[in-house]
């Protein structure tokens, strides 16, 4: 890819995630990437192994990421879908396929430094083959205003004896008001581990999060782990759904919650169905603030309430799952 | 005196009853000073006083520190004075590292790594090896607790709590810890240390020892040990073991008018 002229506003707000954003820049790393200003593709470059192909639309791009049989390439595959404007209407349509014995990871980011009233929605499709490690990590930053409405939708088919990680995290900025929908169908010996972070910090966000996983197949296993927080008067929802419905499968939801200041509100709503007798779905939510004694012991170390309690913010939301 | 407490009573949470009574003593600064006592005496209660925790107010009486009466600053106030307390049994936070958790009480930011090394090396962390660590479940309770107080002499105080920094730790670890506070204290730093075992204390140079929420004496440490198991009524244990033939002997005369005092034949 030649060097192109992209804003790098779009991409600074990695920075705040530890992602060095200039592994999303032509001549940095060895990963392939597609770049998106509002609905023009900035730039697109191909590794061995991975088709990355876009179509500017209207409002967006429709975007293929194709992982051709048996890549397994190291360097993640980056997708930034930007707006560097206040307003506007931005459509994506994701449809990426991962063929039979591939290991691939994704980083996407969504970025709209300056949104005031701007609007993005995502349908996006995942078709994972068989015995394949796919990680798709998405950042999300919707500036310091006002945020955006935003609303992606996924689903995400996950083949036999394959893993898939999701990571979708909105911690950073002002996040506005914000729809996100996954839906994950898990095939025989398949793994899903499903991570969502989102953090309202003002009467401004409010965050609903519907985190589906269906094991559809035998010995299928899943966790979604849920975290959450909302201060000042920002308002999260969050859903965990796991249905069992194969043999001998089992999933796990987690939903975990702070709420902190007036006018907050945080709600976690576990649902777990079990249509086959051999299945096992199991559920934990947890709601409030942080036990007094974690804050004693960071302001005897001289931080102020509301600094020990950002430093517990940041440190669940950075939390490393462990599987 | 680095910190005075004048006859300060603390009550229970609801004011029903009196943990801490009317207790008055001092430490002097650059001294390790352990508050001895056995269970329920109210020592630890004391500490979170001294640290200002919310649950543990000052009914009457004060808390002086470097002359200034601190006794209705919060934690904050103090910790910036320079008070920190390091906890018995401190929290694992998942997501901080350990250089992170150091940092946070860190009075100046420049040479930050520098810093973090030299408390690592100081509580016996190889920095290598601990400095990108989580606080998390993978850290043994001694290594908590080593974390613990390298976050508590990063900060530089001038008085550092340790509270019951001996409970858990098996022997060969308590060598090690009270070698550190040996070093915490050539760093010039004042320690106050809450325990209620004799051995651990020996490395103080005063004690005072607390019954059933009363002051009973303030001295130099071995005194106050003495008084201790007179209290207790462990003659045996205090001829036999505690002062037998060490540098700190006391002969059995002054043992037996000690015992006596405390009504023990």
């Known amino acids: 890819m030649k060097n192109i002229d992209y804003p790098t506003e779009i991409l600074q707000s990695l920075e705040d995630y530890k992602i060095d954003f200039r592994e999303f820049l032509p001549g940095h790393g060895k990963g392939a990437k597609l770049l998106l200003n509002f609905n023009k593709i900035s730039g697109i470059e191909q590794v061995d192994g991975i088709i990355l192909k876009g179509r500017e639309i209207p409002n967006g791009i429709i975007a293929d990421v194709l992982i051709k049989k048996g890549t397994k390439v190291e360097e993640p595959v980056h997708l930034c879908f930007g707006i560097n404007k206040e307003t506007g209407i931005q459509e994506i349509f994701p449809r990426i396929i991962a063929e039979?014995?591939?290991?691939?990871?994704?980083?996407?980011?969504?970025?709209?430094?300056?949104?005031?009233?701007?609007?993005?929605?995502?349908?996006g499709h995942f078709y994972i083959g068989k015995n394949c490690e796919v990680t798709y990590s998405e950042t999300h930053y919707h500036g310091e205003n006002s945020g955006a409405l935003v609303a992606p939708v996924s689903y995400i088919y996950v083949g036999e004896n394959s893993v898939f990680e999701n990571n979708f995290n909105l911690t950073k900025g002002t996040p506005g008001k914000v729809k996100i929908l996954i839906d994950i169908y898990a095939l025989d010996n398949s793994v899903v581990r499903s991570n969502v972070k989102a953090y309202g910090k003002n009467s401004k966000d409010s965050i609903r999060i519907r985190d589906s996983v269906f094991l559809e197949g035998e010995n299928a296993r899943s966790v979604i782990k849920l975290k959450a927080a909302a201060k000042d008067g920002g308002e999260v929802l969050m859903y965990g759904i796991t249905e069992g419905n194969a043999p001998h499968c089992n999933g796990h939801v987690e939903c975990s919650e702070i709420v902190l200041g007036r006018g907050s509100i945080c709600r976690a709503r576990p649902f777990i169905r079990a249509t086959d007798p051999t299945s096992s779905v199991s559920h934990e939510a947890s709601l409030g603030r942080f036990?007094?004694?974690?804050?004693d012991e960071l302001m005897a170390k001289g931080l102020s309430e509301e600094e020990a309690t950002n430093i517990l913010i940041e440190a669940m939301l950075q939390e490393e799952e462990k599987f | 005196m680095l910190l005075e407490l004048k006859e300060v009573t603390i009550p229970t949470l609801d004011q029903k009853c009196v943990i801490i009574n009317e207790v008055s003593?001092?430490?002097?600064?650059?001294?390790?000073?352990?508050?001895?006592?056995?269970?329920g005496s109210g020592k630890s209660t004391l500490a979170y006083?001294?640290?200002?925790?919310?649950?543990?107010?000052?009914?009457?009486?004060?808390?002086?520190?470097?002359?200034?009466?601190?006794?209705?600053?919060?934690?904050?106030?103090?910790?910036k004075l320079g008070i920190t307390l390091a906890w018995q049994e401190p929290a694992r936070i998942d997501g901080l590292s350990v250089y992170r958790y150091i940092t946070l009480g860190l009075k100046d930011t420049t040479k930050m790594r520098e810093k973090v090394v030299e408390a690592l090396n100081i509580v016996?962390?190889?920095?290598?090896?601990?400095?990108?660590?989580?606080?998390?479940?993978?850290l043994s309770g001694g290594e908590r607790k080593r974390v613990e107080l390298a976050a508590?002499?990063?900060m530089e105080p001038r008085l550092i709590i340790l509270d019951e920094p001996d409970s858990g730790l098996d022997f060969?670890?308590?060598?090690?810890?009270?070698?550190?506070?040996?070093?915490?204290?050539?760093?010039n730093m004042t320690i106050l240390l809450i325990t209620h075992r004799e051995d651990i204390g020996m490395v103080a140079d005063y004690g005072t020892l607390l019954w059933r929420g009363d002051h009973i004496i303030t001295d130099v440490f071995p005194k106050v040990m003495l008084r201790y198991c007179a209290k207790a009524g462990l003659k045996e244990f205090c001829k036999r073991t505690l002062f037998k033939d060490g540098a700190i002997c006391f002969d059995d005369e002054y043992?037996?008018?000690?015992?006596?005092?405390?009504?023990?034949?």
Not at chain 1, 113 to 123: E, Q, R, S, W, Y
Not at chain 2, 51 to 65: A, S, T
């Open chain 1, 100 to 123: 039979d014995n591939t290991n691939v990871k994704i980083q996407a980011h969504c970025s709209f430094p300056n949104a005031d009233g701007l609007t993005h929605k995502m349908f």
């Open chain 1, 291 to 295: 036990p007094q004694k974690w804050l």
């Open chain 2, 25 to 39: 003593f001092g430490i002097k600064e650059g001294s390790i000073h352990a508050i001895i006592g056995p269970n």
């Open chain 2, 49 to 79: 006083a001294i640290m200002g925790l919310g649950n543990y107010k000052v009914l009457h009486g004060k808390i002086l520190f470097d002359g200034f009466d601190i006794t209705n600053l919060s934690i904050t106030e103090r910790a």
């Open chain 2, 124 to 138: 016996n962390l190889e920095p290598e090896k601990y400095i990108n660590r989580k606080i998390d479940e993978s």
């Open chain 2, 152 to 154: 508590a002499i990063a």
């Open chain 2, 172 to 187: 060969i670890v308590l060598e090690d810890f009270m070698n550190i506070f040996e070093k915490i204290k050539r760093l």
């Open chain 2, 255 to 265: 043992i037996d008018r000690i015992f006596r005092e405390e009504g023990v034949s």
